[in-house]
């Protein structure tokens, strides 16, 4: 079986992506692992994402930034895996009721296996993090239906954007408490791979729009809580 010519894990054929490190592999692999590691300094691996990043981001974005997380992880563990998978529809289906739930059972016990087989302690439960994928998403589509959502166009009270204000900051620490237990034990899954050096992932595109989107949601729920004149607008 050929070996990685960067770390030196076993590949197979057909892979085009290292199982251990994650690089692109050469159209020909090394067959002697020794000769593989000669000279090779701790690769780079950015796939880091620190709690603070969480914390900060998920607070700007008004809980969005769960789908930038699902995102990005499903795209690491494609190129890690070289597994055919595809990010952005699998990020898109968790705006698709019940469905997108079958979709986050995949998507943690793809990564949970990925610890599993590699000896490397994973503490989350997959039931617990559908559950909690499901309570922000659900609220998200309750919103539509309350006065000044999308299905119901009633005048908007001070007491229902207080309301409205309050669930959208449980829904955020809903999705805190999943990220922060998650994203550690992927972190902690990254780092032991050989011959890796892990660095916090660099900040995308995706990342910023879903802040902007988020400011100016909280703008909107603290302008209807404030202002009359604005509510009676929405």
Same mark, same amino acid.
């Given at each position: 079986? #050929? ?21 692109? +592999? ?14 090779? #300094? ?16 998920? $607070? $700007?974005?008004?809980?969005?930034? +769960? ?15 070289? *597994? ?7 990020? %898109?289906? $968790?705006?698709? #009721?019940?469905? @997108? ?31 909690? &994928? +499901? ?8 919103? +539509?239906?309350? *006065? ?20 959208? %900051? ?9 990220? %922060? ?13 050989? *011959?890796?050096?892990? &660095? ?5 595109? @995706? ?25 009676? *607008?929405?």
């Amino acid at each position: 079986m #050929p070996f990685c010519p960067y770390c030196a894990h076993q590949v197979e054929s057909a892979h085009i992506f290292c199982g251990g490190c994650g690089k692109a +592999l050469p159209a020909e692999s090394t067959a002697d692992p020794e000769e593989a590691l000669t000279g090779q #300094p701790p690769r780079t691996l950015a796939y880091g994402i620190s709690p603070t990043r969480i914390l900060v981001m998920t $607070l $700007l974005s008004d809980g969005l930034y +769960l789908f930038y997380w699902f995102y990005i992880t499903w795209q690491q563990y494609r190129d890690h895996t070289g *597994n055919q998978v595809f990010p952005m529809w699998h990020t %898109l289906t $968790l705006t698709v #009721p019940i469905y @997108g739930l079958f979709r986050t059972h995949a998507h943690m016990r793809a990564l949970k296996q990925l610890m599993l087989d590699a000896g490397v302690l994973c503490s989350f439960s997959i039931g617990w993090a559908v559950a909690l &994928v +499901l309570i922000p998403i659900s609220w998200r589509y309750t919103k +539509l239906f309350l *006065n000044g959502g999308f299905f119901n166009s009633a005048e908007v009270s001070f007491g229902s954007a207080v309301i409205i204000a309050m669930l959208d %900051l449980a829904s955020i620490a809903v999705v805190l408490g999943l990220l %922060l237990n998650v994203q550690p034990n992927l972190s902690r899954y990254w780092a032991s791979l050989d *011959n890796v050096t892990l &660095v916090d992932l660099n900040v995308g595109a @995706g990342e910023i729009i879903l802040a902007v989107i988020g400011v100016l949601t909280w703008i909107i729920t603290l302008a209807a809580i404030i202002s009359p004149a604005f509510r009676a *607008n929405l």
